[in-house]
């Protein structure tokens, strides 16, 4: 009856050591995601502002070319 339960405190053992190491490997997993997605934005985020910005520019551009709209034409 003994090994039987040396057995099972053994395979619980393994088993919480085993499962800790996951849980670790995943928060550590999840770190490196969020210091991935932090520089991506601290890279990327002012290419989409400038090109948000000439966007706008080229918006205003084409309603000053296209002079004032009239109404009821037709």
Do not use: C, H, Y
């Not at 009856?1 to 405190?9: I, K, Q, S, T, Y």
């Amino acid at each position: 009856m003994r090994v039987w339960v040396f057995a099972w405190l053994m395979a619980t053992f393994v088993t919480l050591v085993v499962l800790t190491a996951f849980f670790a490997s995943m928060v550590s997993a999840a770190l490196q995601l969020g210091r991935a997605a932090q520089r991506f934005q601290r890279e990327i985020g002012s290419l989409a502002a400038d090109i948000s910005r000439g966007a706008a520019r080229a918006s205003e551009r084409s309603a000053r070319l296209s002079g004032p709209r009239r109404r009821g034409s037709g």
